[in-house]
């Protein structure tokens, strides 16, 4: 069973628009979760990560972590064609320090 | 700026052969990782080493070996290559094995005929 759920797996937004990309969880236990950018052929970016319940701002990036619903989210605010790229969330599991990533969502972002 | 260095970029294979990938870091870290990222866009840990030393060996076919001189490179070695194989291999390094951030190389691709 797939721990880290990922939707939608695709999001077309235009220019200017905000857009909102959702990850949901198996468990609580994990400390740390972020989301990546990766685009086409290039490695990853992390964005944000957030340890805490609440709302984690890096510029035009906003996660919100929401432990009791195992739901963690990402606005991106004024999106640009620039941030087209595969959006990946991740979950550190803090015995290993090993990250578990979700499918990713593809963000395509229309001028 | 780029501090993960991955090569090659790019691998086409037959099945059965040998293949090698190398990283190397420049960050001064003590942890590095190798992840397996499938045409799904899944990625997945393989391995994590922490002062050269293996840590984490997630459920991998034994054709896979890394291989670490010091603790700025980490290696991969797969035996034997399957179709299957097919992925991007993407490393990864940390500070320490406590440490939340970790720092991703651009990733090699592998292509198994």
């Known amino acids: 069973q797939q721990k880290v759920q990922q939707s939608p797996e695709s999001l077309t937004v235009s220019e200017g628009a905000m857009a909102s990309l959702n990850c949901t969880f198996s468990?609580?236990?994990?400390?740390?979760f972020r989301w990546y950018r990766q685009h086409s052929g290039k490695g990853l970016e992390v964005l944000v990560s957030i340890f805490s319940d609440g709302e984690k701002e890096e510029g035009r990036f906003t996660a919100h972590l929401n432990r009791a619903s195992l739901h963690v989210s990402l606005h991106i605010r004024e999106p640009q064609p620039s941030d087209s790229a595969v959006y990946l969330c991740?979950?550190?599991?803090?015995?290993?320090?090993?990250?578990?990533f979700g499918k990713g969502t593809v963000l395509l972002v229309s001028p | 700026e780029t501090a993960v260095f991955q090569t090659p970029n790019y691998h086409v294979t037959q099945v059965g052969n040998e293949v090698s990938f190398n990283c190397k870091q420049t960050l001064g870290h003590d942890t590095m990782y190798w992840y397996k990222q499938d045409s799904k866009k899944l990625l997945k840990i393989m391995f994590s080493y922490n002062n050269k030393q293996l840590i984490v060996n997630e459920t991998v076919p034994r054709r896979f070996s890394p291989q670490s001189s010091d603790k700025a490179h980490l290696n991969l070695r797969i035996k034997s290559v399957e179709p299957e194989d097919s992925a991007v291999y993407l490393c990864?390094?940390?500070?320490?094995?406590?440490?939340?951030?970790?720092?991703f190389g651009p990733g090699t691709r592998l292509t198994v005929l």
């Open positions: 991740a979950m550190r599991d803090s015995g290993y320090n090993k990250l578990t």
């Open positions: 990864a390094s940390s500070r320490d094995w406590g440490s939340y951030e970790q720092y």
């Open positions: 468990d609580g236990t994990s400390d740390n």
